[in-house]
């Protein structure tokens, strides 16, 4: 259960460039309830670097450097509230990375047991980690590597965990170094209100998160600068995504792919 921020620009720009100041501060702060580490991956000419520290984002420097101060075409940004059992260290942080293919999540899929059972010792050790995420991580890397395009390849293992797993959160959000694709599907998943009441907020809960934790929302700016974001910002000019569907951004031209779930579960079945 985490949040996520993405930005697409047709020129290097900053992340507050592209969604402005207050609602860059405003996602940072979402580090008082997601304490458990926080990372960032972005797009440098033509690799991809990532970032990843265990402490709390949200009075973290480098964290603000990442969102403020250093421009690229594409950045995607994670602040982790580990699922209960999964140890808050630097391996289990998101995004995770496997050559040029990075990969964050906010949700979950449970039971884990099951999930480890489709994913082979060599797998997850090659993703890092014990957590969900790099599972989820490594069945979408089997597909790409025996030759599905990348977005195939995501929204196939989306579409099958969502049939094997009933009450799965898979929100993703997955950059490569010519594109940069996101996946809303969550329907039937339960939001965590035991972790929130757990954190001692009140109040203070970040917006939407009693009845909206797993939206994901996008906006565009005027020179075709995309954005996407978990729940939790409150300024004008989002728009939401809608349920069960992915998208993909292609990074060269900024032109939107989209594709409903339910009709990929159809052609996957």
């Known amino acids: 259960m985490c949040r996520l921020l993405a930005h697409v620009s047709p020129t290097p720009a900053t992340t507050q460039e592209v969604i402005g100041s207050a609602s860059c501060a405003e996602w940072q702060r979402l580090g008082r309830l997601h304490t458990d580490g926080w990372g960032t991956a972005w797009l440098d000419g033509d690799q991809v670097r990532r970032y990843r520290d265990a402490a709390r984002g949200l009075d973290s420097a480098d964290l603000t450097d990442a969102l403020v101060d250093t421009p690229t075409r594409a950045r995607l940004t994670h602040l982790r509230l580990a699922t209960e059992g999964l140890a808050t260290r630097v391996a289990n942080t998101h995004p995770f990375r496997v050559g040029e293919i990075v990969l964050a999540q906010n949700g979950s899929v449970t039971p884990i047991s099951r999930l480890r059972e489709k994913v082979t010792d060599a797998e997850l050790a090659r993703v890092g980690g014990e957590t969900d995420t790099a599972m989820v991580f490594a069945l979408i890397l089997r597909r790409h590597e025996a030759g599905e395009p990348l977005f195939d390849?995501?929204?196939?293992?989306?579409?099958?965990?969502?049939?094997?797993?009933?009450?799965?959160?898979?929100?993703?959000?997955?950059?490569?170094?010519?594109?940069?694709?996101?996946?809303?599907?969550?329907?039937?998943?339960?939001?965590?209100?035991?972790?929130?009441?757990?954190?001692?907020?009140?109040?203070?809960?970040?917006?939407?998160?009693?009845?909206?934790?797993?939206?994901?929302?996008?906006?565009?700016?005027?020179?075709?600068?995309?954005?996407?974001?978990?729940?939790?910002l409150t300024g004008d000019g989002w728009n939401r995504m809608a349920p069960e569907t992915a998208v993909r951004i292609d990074l060269a031209s900024l032109e939107v792919s989209r594709r409903e779930l339910h009709e990929h579960v159809a052609l996957s079945a």
């Open 153 to 232: 390849a995501v929204t196939t293992t989306v579409t099958e965990l969502r049939r094997d797993f009933p009450a799965a959160a898979l929100n993703l959000l997955v950059l490569s170094p010519d594109e940069l694709i996101a996946t809303h599907a969550n329907q039937g998943a339960p939001i965590p209100h035991d972790l929130f009441e757990e954190s001692g907020l009140g109040d203070d809960l970040p917006a939407d998160h009693v009845d909206h934790y797993y939206q994901l929302s996008w906006r565009r700016a005027e020179d075709g600068a995309i954005a996407v974001t978990s729940s939790g």
